[in-house]
């Protein structure tokens, strides 16, 4: 395998690692927002304990996200030296603005989130909650603001010229709001969002079918089903904006997410295939046209497909691409199903009575991060061959002094590394959920808990 390929690699693994942690930093933050909330307007303890609960699990993810981070910015000195050297003035100034406006806000207020519970009155404790949470979406905002200029590059020139050129900001507004920012973070913020409030989902669902914690668990179970509704509903929208973008942006992008080789003809929309890139066929089920609706409210609108660019200019792994895209979409999809139905049973006041809903959404936790895993694959694979589109190619970006045998052997590392960090994640969320949401100080109240869980089912009993 080629230095070229090595560093692409190891590149994905760590982003893909580290992209795990910080979308459940952010969505869990929205969560104890809501839930600190609650606690002190409706002054009900059980709130309060939920928020401390997990205030606990999100000081998990957010350390393990921290630790995760640090390696990639090495990584572009040491296998992306040109493309760091091409990008450094745009790259510096967002990832300047993020320790400035987004990681000082967040890490200030931390230690009172953390450790502040009963030294600060609750309102001076909310506030701080909400400044982490405010600090975790700004972090968001810079990441996503410097990949988006990648995608679509906006207020700069470039100077010099050869292994000497590089870009400089021209309009520093004009570099932030490129024209893909604000799609992509808003939907890369509401995939944050559906990964937290599954994830609590998840865990109050696994309460509930094994009978504990019952009353706290439905509690929690209702404030994540309705953010991951909304959210879910929410993301049709960033969805369909960012694909309008795309196709206006990145044509070639959207011509390998649904496999449309024709240069210019109308263009159909698969819910699901497979695409021959020899033949330049796609097999499965599709909305003839479909695609063309969606972007010129057309049947018969073409679009430019991938035969319209010269072939070292188009993305080399289509199916790959159209294959993230597609599962992307089908999660996507699949949630609005799974949410809507939920809150239909809710109104119905049956939404506990399904233990088959509460085992789907023990394991859906998985499906939200395989749609943001799937989601940032097909992003950046279908921008190839273009680290920086339309500038900088992927093959003239990497470091030409690293040798292929260096890469292998710091990729092992990493895995070796990340799998540690892995096993100490999972055994310390384990740890946390296996203990549940009542501190030895509310040893009182667990009691209690169980006294009204089993008042519940007396209850019911009698009413049947």
């Known amino acids: ?204 669902a696994y309460y509930l079918l094994k009978g504990r914690y019952v009353t706290i668990s439905k509690m929690a179970f209702k404030i994540a089903l309705g953010v991951a509704t909304v959210f879910s509903l929410m993301q049709l929208v960033t969805g369909h904006s960012s ?15 649904e496999g449309h080789y024709e240069a210019s003809a109308p263009a159909d929309l698969y819910l699901f295939g497979w695409v021959d890139d020899e033949s330049q066929e796609v097999t499965g089920l599709k909305l003839p046209g479909g695609l063309s609706f969606l972007i010129d409210q057309d049947f018969e609108a073409p679009v430019t497909g991938l035969n319209a660019f010269p072939e070292e200019d188009r993305p080399g792994q289509v199916n790959a691409v159209f294959q993230f895209y597609h599962m992307m979409i089908a999660i996507g999809m699949f949630f609005i199903a799974l949410t809507l139905y939920a809150c239909y049973l809710w109104w119905r006041k049956k939404l506990f009575d399904q233990r088959w809903l509460l085992k789907i959404f023990v394991g859906s936790v998985i499906l939200a991060q395989l ?49 540690l960090l892995l096993f100490l994640f999972l055994y310390l969320l384990n740890k946390k959920i296996k203990h549940g949401p009542y501190d030895e100080d509310h040893n009182d109240m667990e009691e209690r808990h169980f006294t009204e869980d089993i008042s519940e089912e007396v209850a019911k009993i009698v009413n049947a």
């Open 243 to 257: 694909a309008d973008g795309v196709s206006e942006n990145q044509p070639a992008k959207l011509a390998a997410m």
């Open 371 to 419: 749609g943001n895993q799937v989601g940032w694959f097909a992003a950046e694979m279908g921008r190839q061959p273009w680290v920086v589109y339309g500038h900088l190619r992927t093959s003239e970006a990497f470091s030409k002094a690293v040798t292929a045998n260096q890469i292998v052997f710091s990729l092992i590392l990493f895995f070796v590394v990340y799998a």
């Open 1 to 204: 395998m080629d230095t070229e390929i090595l560093a692409r690699v190891q590149f994905a693994f760590t982003i893909a690692f580290h992209y795990i942690y910080p979308p459940l930093s952010i969505g869990l933050g929205l969560i104890m927002v809501i839930m600190e909330s609650l606690w002190i307007k409706t002054n009900n303890e059980k709130y309060h304990i939920l928020a401390k609960f997990w205030t606990k699990i999100f000081a998990l993810t957010f350390g393990i996200g921290v630790v995760t981070g640090i390696v990639m910015e090495f990584e572009f000195g040491t296998n992306w030296a040109t493309y760091s050297r091409y990008v450094g003035d745009i790259f510096g100034s967002a990832l300047a603005a993020e320790g400035i406006f987004a990681f000082a806000l967040e890490s200030g207020f931390l230690g009172i989130l953390l450790f502040g519970w009963n030294r600060v009155k609750p309102w001076v404790h909310l506030v701080s909650t909400i400044g982490v949470f405010l600090g975790s979406m700004f972090s968001a905002v810079w990441i996503v603001v410097a990949n988006s200029w990648q995608q679509t590059p906006a207020g700069y020139h470039i100077v010099g010229e050869g292994m000497n050129a590089r870009a400089e900001i021209t309009d520093f507004w004009a570099m932030v709001f490129n024209p893909s920012s604000v799609d992509r973070l808003t939907h890369t913020w509401f995939a944050a969002f559906l990964a937290g409030a599954f994830l609590v989902l998840s865990v109050h």
